[in-house]
């Protein structure tokens, strides 16, 4: 797909970082936007400064958690736009913690915001989009965690391992198919946003979690401050990814560093050398 003019995008997680961005850029790009978030003061705040004709934006707070919510925003976004040409699996959190110091409820709400809002997702949206015809594209956004196993990350590593390996799955399947929806997966690594605070949208149905203490401490210390260091923002992580859109091109890994680490995790299943620290 590379023309972008008058279609459609659905964006979870549309109010802040990495979604934001990719909600500017279609924007720019003369789209019809239907923004999701459960944040609704911020992605009202954010639709707002996207400055666009109220016929081109539709914004609905929608817990992406929840099976039925995702139905709502297809329904809703086909009902006022007849068409969905774009859908962004965005919506994330990230929890950092030693992997015996997660609660359950921890893990169900890390899983169900980072791989089963993407699974709902494909579920709600494919089918009307090879029901409509034409030519659509989703972009599922999964992590450089899908390819890596790092400590204190283990609910993301897990969720983010999930979205890559059922999007490689899918590709293939459309392929097999011939269907004209193109698929690419978004894997970005440390990215200064707002990721590190997710806490703070935790609704209170996920429960709570354990006090970060000990090696939780270090091990949160370490990723806010990588977070924060990322030599690329949201921006360049939706110019990249448009850019694999229109080139019909699966992978989008900007951060183009994380192929050492990733290379050296794939000789080491080979070699069956026991997993050892990514640098």
């Known amino acids: 797909m590379d023309n972008f003019t008058d279609k459609t995008a659905v964006i979870t997680g549309a109010a802040s970082g990495i979604g934001f961005a990719l909600a500017k850029h279609a924007a720019g790009l003369g789209m019809n936007l239907v923004l999701a978030d459960i944040n609704d003061a911020a992605l009202q705040s954010a639709a707002q400064t996207l400055n666009l004709p109220p016929e081109r934006v539709l914004s609905l707070r929608t817990d992406v958690r929840h099976a039925s919510e995702i139905k709502a ?3 809703t976004a086909y009902g006022r736009f007849g068409a969905v040409h774009l ?21 169900e709400w890390v899983l169900a915001v980072n791989l089963w809002s993407v699974i709902h997702g494909i579920s709600e949206f494919l089918p009307r989009m090879q029901a409509t ?3 659509a594209h989703i972009v599922n956004t999964a992590s450089a965690a899908g390819f890596l196993s790092n400590p204190g990350m283990v609910a993301y590593n897990v969720s983010k391992h999930g979205v890559v390996t059922m999007s490689e799955t899918l590709y293939q399947e459309l392929k097999m198919t011939r269907s004209p929806i193109g698929l690419s997966l978004l894997c970005p690594a440390w990215v200064p946003t707002g990721i590190a605070d997710s806490a703070k ?6 429960g709570e979690t354990t006090a970060v203490e000990g090696i939780s401490a270090v091990i949160n210390q370490r990723i806010g401050k990588a977070i924060a260091s990322g030599h690329l923002g949201a921006d360049d992580m939706a110019s990249e990814t448009f850019k694999a859109i229109a080139e019909n091109r699966f992978y989008v890994i900007p951060h183009r560093s994380i ?4 290379e050296l995790r794939m000789q080491g299943i080979l070699a069956q050398r026991n997993p050892s620290l990514a640098t």
Request: no cysteine.
């Open 133 to 135: 015809g034409g030519e």
């Open 259 to 262: 192929n050492a680490p990733i």
């Open 201 to 206: 949208n935790r609704p209170a149905d996920a």
């Open 73 to 75: 925003l297809a329904d």
């Open 87 to 107: 859908l962004f699996n965005n919506a994330g959190v990230a929890l950092g913690r030693v992997t015996w110091e997660h609660t359950t409820q921890d893990w």
